[in-house]
C-alpha cells in the first residue's frame, strides 16, 4: 500500500484543485530539496542517513543530481553478532513536469545511481559441546551501480517557494559484488540486496528559485 502513495498524492491535488483550472507558468533556475523521512531515521537507533538534490528547472524539463550518506546497523543481519554497513551515494537524471493545476504537478524521470560503502561485522558461535567460536570481516572499497524509473508529485505550500512532494521509484540493479557466506545486507542509496528490482519511496521539501 505504501508504494501507491505518491499516486494517491496526485490525486489528492487534483481533487483539491479542481476549481482552478489555471496551470503553472513552465519557469527556469535552481530547486533544492532535502529527504524529511531520511532526516527523521536519526532518531533510531539502527540506521542514520542524510539525502539532498539540485534540480535546474529549464521549463517543464529539470537535470537533477542527488547525494546523501548512509549509516546502517541492523539488528537482524546476524544473529548473535553485529553487521554494519557505511558509505555515500550519487544519482543523477532528468526529470519531466507536468502541471496538474496552479499548485501542483506530476514528475516522471529517470536516474542513474553510483554507491561507495565499507561494511564489517562480527560474529558469536556458542555452543554446550565445543568452545565458543568468534570471527569478523572487513570489506572497503565497495561500490554498487543501478538504474531509476521515477514517478511523483508535489505541491507548493501556499503561495511560498516552499513545495512538499514525494517519489516512487523502481531500481534495478546493475552491478555489485557478492559474498560467501555473508553476502552484503544493504547498498546505501539502493536499499536491501534482496532482489535486483526493488521499490522505494520518497518523501521530501523542496525550496524553488525557478520563475
Known amino acids: 500500500m505504501k508504494y501507491w502513495l505518491p499516486f494517491i498524492f496526485s490525486l489528492g491535488f487534483l481533487a483539491a484543485g479542481a476549481?482552478?483550472?489555471l496551470t503553472v507558468k513552465p519557469g527556469s533556475g535552481p530547486e533544492f530539496w532535502l529527504d524529511y523521512g531520511?532526516?527523521?531515521?536519526?532518531?533510531?537507533?539502527?540506521?542514520?542517513?542524510?539525502?539532498?538534490?539540485?534540480?535546474?528547472?529549464?521549463?517543464?524539463?529539470?537535470?537533477i543530481i542527488a547525494g546523501g550518506y548512509s549509516e546502517l546497523n541492523p539488528e537482524q543481519a546476524i544473529k548473535n553478532g553485529e553487521f554494519i554497513i557505511e558509505g555515500w551515494y550519487i544519482r543523477g537524471g532528468l526529470e519531466y513536469y507536468m502541471s496538474l493545476n496552479r499548485k501542483n504537478r506530476f514528475i516522471v524521470g529517470g536516474r542513474y545511481g553510483y554507491a561507495s560503502?565499507?561494511?564489517?561485522?562480527?560474529?558469536?558461535?556458542?555452543?554446550d559441546l565445543w568452545p565458543d567460536e568468534t570471527g569478523s570481516f572487513e570489506r572497503e572499497g565497495l561500490t554498487a551501480t543501478w538504474a531509476e524509473l521515477v514517478l511523483g508529485s508535489e505541491m507548493t505550500l501556499g503561495e511560498s517557494r516552499f513545495m512538499a512532494g514525494g517519489y516512487f521509484s523502481l531500481r534495478v540493479l546493475i552491478n555489485r559484488e557478492e559474498f560467501e557466506p555473508v553476502d552484503s545486507y544493504a547498498i546505501?542509496?539502493?536499499?536491501?540486496?534482496?532482489?535486483?528490482?526493488i521499490p522505494a519511496l520518497q518523501l521530501y521539501i523542496k525550496f524553488s528559485l525557478a520563475r
Open 19 to 21: 476549481q482552478d483550472s
Open 38 to 63: 531520511k532526516v527523521t531515521l536519526y532518531a533510531t537507533s539502527f540506521e542514520s542517513k542524510l539525502e539532498g538534490a539540485l534540480t535546474w528547472r529549464f521549463g517543464k524539463v529539470a537535470p
Open 117 to 127: 560503502f565499507s561494511e564489517n561485522g562480527s560474529y558469536l558461535i556458542t555452543s
Open 188 to 197: 546505501p542509496g539502493y536499499g536491501r540486496t534482496i532482489d535486483k528490482t
